[in-house]
């Protein structure tokens, strides 16, 4: 499974890149707005930077709803760096904006899938990814990871290449359960990531074997 990083703020995106473990970023229009990023040029330039210091996709959102807005928007994003992945919302327009992408052999990310129909309708008009959010399914007491499983399934009836890209993750468990499922990438916060290192036992073995090799080598 690919590990991406859900977040602009770029301290956490180059300490999971350190980490070795990164495979790509997403960003949408609340995470950037969050690191107060503001203004076109300020937003490209940051796009640009978060490029540099990850070597794998990173996913800009268009902001226009209409096609010929999201055309021009997502063109001139796929233009500032090869890892950039042009992200789509799951409305109609969107499917034929991902459809031109797809036939211009530009990347996309369809996002706010919260439905097996809105992916299966995504893949078909040849999204490279697919954004079901699980944690806002949670949200509303409805199972996300149950999304998960439903996509998978159809994806793997017909062979689609497009990838099950879990977004809206929230914690250490949410990526587990991906895994278990099979979704190709999990997008999350640094702390989910962070969460899979831990184990008292770990923690209370090593302490052991540093205390025993200390008491010999005194
Ligand atoms: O990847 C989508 C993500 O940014 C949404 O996450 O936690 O706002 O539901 P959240």
Redesign the pocket.
């Known amino acids: 499974m690919k590990f991406f990083i859900?977040t602009a703020n770029l301290d956490q995106i180059r300490e999971a890149q350190d980490l070795g473990i990164l495979d790509g970023v997403?960003t949408?229009p609340?995470?950037m707005a969050k690191e107060g990023i503001s203004g076109d040029e300020n937003v490209f330039n940051h796009y640009k930077t978060i490029c540099e210091i990850v070597d794998g996709d990173v996913s800009a959102e268009v902001i226009a709803t209409d096609y010929e807005g999201m055309i021009k928007e997502g063109e001139y994003l796929a233009s500032l760096h090869p890892q950039i992945v042009v992200k789509i919302p799951m409305i109609k327009d969107g499917i034929k904006a991902i459809k031109y992408f797809s036939s211009k052999g530009i990347k996309t990310n369809c996002t706010l899938i919260f439905s097996a129909g809105q992916a299966l309708l995504a893949a078909k008009a040849g999204a490279t990814y697919v954004?079901p959010?699980i944690?806002?399914l949670d949200d509303i007491s409805t199972d996300g990871m149950n999304l998960i499983e439903e996509i998978r399934l159809i994806f793997d009836n017909y062979a689609y290449n497009t990838e099950i890209l879990a977004?809206?993750v929230?914690h250490t468990m949410h990526i587990l359960q991906c895994a278990h499922i099979g979704a190709d990438v999990m997008?999350g916060p640094l702390s989910a990531i962070l969460g899979l290192l831990k184990h008292p036992l770990t923690d209370s073995g090593l302490a052991q074997f540093l205390a025993d090799h200390a008491k010999v080598n005194a």
């Open positions: 859900d997403t949408n609340s995470l954004s959010f944690g806002r977004a809206s929230r997008t």
